[in-house]
């Protein structure tokens, strides 16, 4: 009995492997797809599409045409840089800052904590659209258009993130924060050196979480820049898109590249990724 009953459960653990598996390949799939056509010459990128073959995935014939044209006769690699050093900066900014508030609504008690917490919780719930116009008329009387402090100020501060950091900073023990007032620390000690460095999975998901977005962030770059000195890489692969011709091979080179650094960022911390998510309770 004992022996039918393991022989089941490796047969049911077989099957929910082969059943995650199936769908790991299943959303796998676009991405293996552009990284093979990104490596074909033009004319070849859609052939092989239908049937499924394994030349649909691995190019017949490779070739790193793609990728040069991307670099020599377009500025990509500036591109990469606008957007590394956009989304870097903000990651940094959203981190110290949000980091501040959430650390204000959950560990200082001060008159309408809990009403302004509220009030600016409900701001999530309206899309940027709605924004969007009064941002760029605000933005354009500092005469930021066209600047990197166009594409870094509005988005420093956020109330998701906010929200994500007061939520574990809500878990931490107080018994911690007693012992550092009996050590002598202010508001600023405790933040630095107790709520700070516990909140060490909660601050690494929410940059990678942020980093990601503003890497991929597409409709305010295109809106707050003009020049192509401050372009980013979405709004760059936008423009290899016209009404007349569309660029393929450079469309899926630029996809490809741009999809290696979330990635092996992600890959890199995943496991601090995971633990913040799961430590971050509903606590308050």
């Known amino acids: 009995m004992r022996r039918s009953s ?12 082969l059943v995650l598996t199936a769908v790991a390949l299943l959303f796998l799939f676009p991405y293996l797809w552009m990284f093979g056509a990104s490596f074909r010459p033009v004319q070849e990128i859609f052939e092989n599409v239908y049937p499924l073959s394994w030349r649909t995935i691995f190019p017949a014939h490779f070739t790193l045409a793609n990728y040069q044209s ?5 500025p990509f690699g500036r591109y990469l840089f606008n957007t590394l050093f956009v989304a870097g900066t903000v990651t940094v900014l959203d981190l110290f800052v949000n980091s501040l508030a959430a650390y204000a609504f959950a560990r200082i008690s001060f008159p ?6 509220v009030g600016l919780l409900a701001t999530i719930i309206i899309p940027f659209e709605a924004i969007m ?3 760029y008329l605000i933005v354009r009387s500092f005469g930021w258009i066209d600047t990197y402090l166009a ?35 202010r508001h600023w000690g405790i933040y630095r050196h107790v709520i700070l460095p516990l909140s060490a999975p909660a601050l690494i998901s929410l940059g990678i979480l942020t980093f990601q977005e503003h890497w991929d962030s597409f409709t305010w770059p295109l809106i707050a820049t003009n ?12 423009t290899f898109s016209q009404q007349d ?7 899926l080179a630029g996809s490809a590249v741009a999809t290696v ?18 430590t971050t309770g509903l606590k308050g």
């Open 245 to 251: 011709v569309v660029l393929w091979d450079r469309i």
């Open 133 to 135: 116009i009064p941002l």
């Open 151 to 185: 594409l870094i100020v509005p988005s420093a501060a956020r109330i998701f993130s906010v929200f994500l950091l007061r939520q574990f900073m809500l878990g931490i023990p107080r018994d911690l924060e007693d012992a550092a007032r009996i050590d002598g620390c």
């Open 261 to 278: 650094l979330p990635i092996v960022l992600f890959l890199a911390l995943q496991r601090y990724y995971v633990r913040g998510i799961v």
């Open 6 to 17: 393991n022989v089941r459960r490796k047969v049911d653990t077989g099957l929910k492997y």
């Open 70 to 74: 991307l670099f020599t006769e377009e």
């Open 112 to 117: 309408g904590r809990d009403v302004l917490f």
């Open 227 to 238: 020049h192509p000195k401050y372009r980013l890489v979405q709004v760059a692969i936008a």
